[in-house]
């Protein structure tokens, strides 16, 4: 019998293993870059009104009640928006007025949110507190801050959850509720207002259950009292 050489020894089968697998690696890149970016496109007015959940929503969820529930199936928490339905994903009907009103068009809460997002980059609030995994963890993590229970206890001396929350960032050592203070900003009430719109939008990303353990965090020193 012929002394034929092994097949790893080959030139001819690495150069095609080589060309095969940049082929199928090419082809799955591609595919996976349309799907996150079919992920991170944001929602519209028509996903809400056919209740389409989107991982990022639609500007128009700040006219909308944003709750934050354990979903058994996924393990984690997700935002539920107006309301939960029965198989415990959001309805999109509970409505919740937003500085006044709750008809927000998707122009104007658009707007909004973009100038709350530029005034967060302008003040460099990722320096302290972290937003979507960026940042630092000086300050609490504000991914989720809207959904902050304490905001809630707040809501009726202030007219409102974003009242309180906006009276805050106007003023911050006013307001202090924990021992380490967060400094004054120079924030103009305009400015206040978008940043809430920012921080309520935020809330309503669903981003796998992340921060973990959010609102849970026992032992947080309280100055007020
Ligand atoms: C120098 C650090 C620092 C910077 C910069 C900073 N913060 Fe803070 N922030 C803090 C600290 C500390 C707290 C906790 C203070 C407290 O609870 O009294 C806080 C608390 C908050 C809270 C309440 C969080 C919650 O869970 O309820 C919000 C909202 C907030 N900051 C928003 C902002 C925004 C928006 C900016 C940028 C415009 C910003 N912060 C910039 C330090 C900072």
Known sequence: MENRPSVWSSN??????????????????????????????????????NK?????????VIN???DYKLNKTRGHEIPIIGGMDANGYSKYEEKEKFFGKDNWSEKEA????????LTI??????????????????APDLTKAWLDPTWETLASAYGGKEYAIAKFLENPPAMA????????LGITKEEAKAVVAYLKFMSAIDT??????????KGAVDARK
């Open 12 to 49: 001819r089968f690495w150069r095609r293993s080589a060309t095969w697998v940049t082929g199928v690696a090419s082809v799955l890149l591609v595919f996976l870059t349309f799907d996150s970016m079919g992920q991170m496109k944001m929602g519209t007015a028509a996903d809400i009104k």
């Open 52 to 60: 389409v959940d989107k991982r990022i929503p639609s500007p128009l």
């Open 64 to 66: 909308y009640k944003i």
């Open 208 to 217: 796998n259950g992340f921060p973990r353990n959010f609102g849970k965090i």
């Open 110 to 117: 658009k707007a909004l949110i973009h100038k709350g997002k």
């Open 121 to 138: 980059q302008a003040k460099n609030c990722m320096d302290c507190h972290t937003l979507l995994g960026n940042g630092a963890y000086y």
């Open 177 to 184: 509720m924990h021992e380490r203070k967060m400094p004054n």
